[in-house]
C-alpha cells in the first residue's frame, strides 16, 4: 500500500495526471534498453505490485497484463544497441524516456522518474525518486512493462544469435555470456562500446 500512499500524496496536492517513468537494459552488453511511462487511474491498487526486480518472472508477466488492461495509458520505447554506441547509455536512455512520454494519448502534469537525474528534454514537469520502483506504484508500473518487453525482445535475439543463449542472461555480462564472446566474437545486437565487447571486436567476424 505504500507505493500507491505515495503517489496519492501528489494527487492530493492536486497535481493533474501522474505517469511514472523506468527503463530496462543499461547495464547488458547486448540488446536495447527500453523506457516505459505508465499512467495510472487514481485510487487503483494492484495487489502484489512491486519493483519488477522484486518479483518472480511469472508475477512479472501477470501483472503486464493486468497494468496494461488497467492503466489509463501507456507508452512504451526501445533504443537499438546501434543508438546506444552512438550517443551513449546516458543519453540513450534519456531519449527512450522522452519518447515513451512522448507516445502516452495524454500529456501528463507530472512524471516521476525513477532515480537521481533529470531528464534533459521533457515535456513535462519531473520528479526524481531514487528507487522509485520500490517507492511508487506508477514507477512501479512501469518498471514492469519495462522490463518484460525488454526481455521478451531478448528471447526473440536468442533465436536470430542462438549461440549467445541471451534467452538465459538477457544480454547482461555473466560469466558465461563473456564466455561466449570470447568464443564467437561479437553479434550484430551487441554494444561495441561496452567493456569487455569491445575487447572482442577484432578477435572474430561478427557472427
Not at 495487489?47 to 497484463?65: A, G, V
Not at 507516445?103 to 537525474?117: A, F, M, Q, V, W
Not at 542472461?169 to 568464443?183: A, N, Q, V, W
Amino acid at each position: 500500500m505504500n507505493l500507491f500512499s505515495f503517489d496519492k500524496s501528489f494527487y492530493d496536492k492536486n497535481v493533474g495526471l501522474i505517469a511514472g517513468v523506468d527503463e530496462s537494459g543499461r547495464g547488458p552488453l547486448a540488446g536495447p534498453v527500453v523506457a516505459a511511462a505508465v499512467v495510472l487511474p487514481r485510487g487503483l491498487v494492484i495487489p502484489d505490485l512491486n519493483d519488477s526486480k522484486q518479483l518472480s518472472e511469472k508475477k512479472r508477466k501477470i501483472l503486464f497484463e493486468i497494468i496494461k488492461e488497467k492503466s489509463l495509458f501507456y507508452g512504451v520505447e526501445f533504443i537499438d544497441s546501434g543508438t546506444i554506441d552512438k550517443v551513449n547509455i546516458l543519453q540513450a536512455t534519456f531519449l527512450a524516456v522522452c519518447y515513451a512520454v512522448a507516445k502516452l494519448r495524454e500529456r501528463p502534469s507530472l512524471c516521476l522518474i525513477d532515480g537521481n537525474r533529470r531528464v534533459p528534454g521533457l515535456f513535462c514537469e519531473q520528479e526524481t525518486v531514487v528507487g522509485g520502483d520500490s517507492k511508487s506504484a506508477s514507477i512501479a508500473a512501469a518498471s514492469v512493462l519495462a522490463k518484460v518487453l525488454r526481455d521478451k525482445v531478448m528471447l526473440e535475439y536468442s533465436e536470430l544469435y542462438p549461440v549467445y543463449d541471451f534467452k538465459k542472461h538477457k544480454g547482461y555480462g555473466t560469466k558465461e555470456h563473456i564466455e561466449f564472446l570470447r568464443r564467437y566474437g561479437v553479434s550484430p545486437i551487441h554494444r561495441l562500446s561496452f567493456y569487455p565487447v569491445r575487447d572482442y571486436i577484432a578477435s572474430r567476424p561478427q557472427v
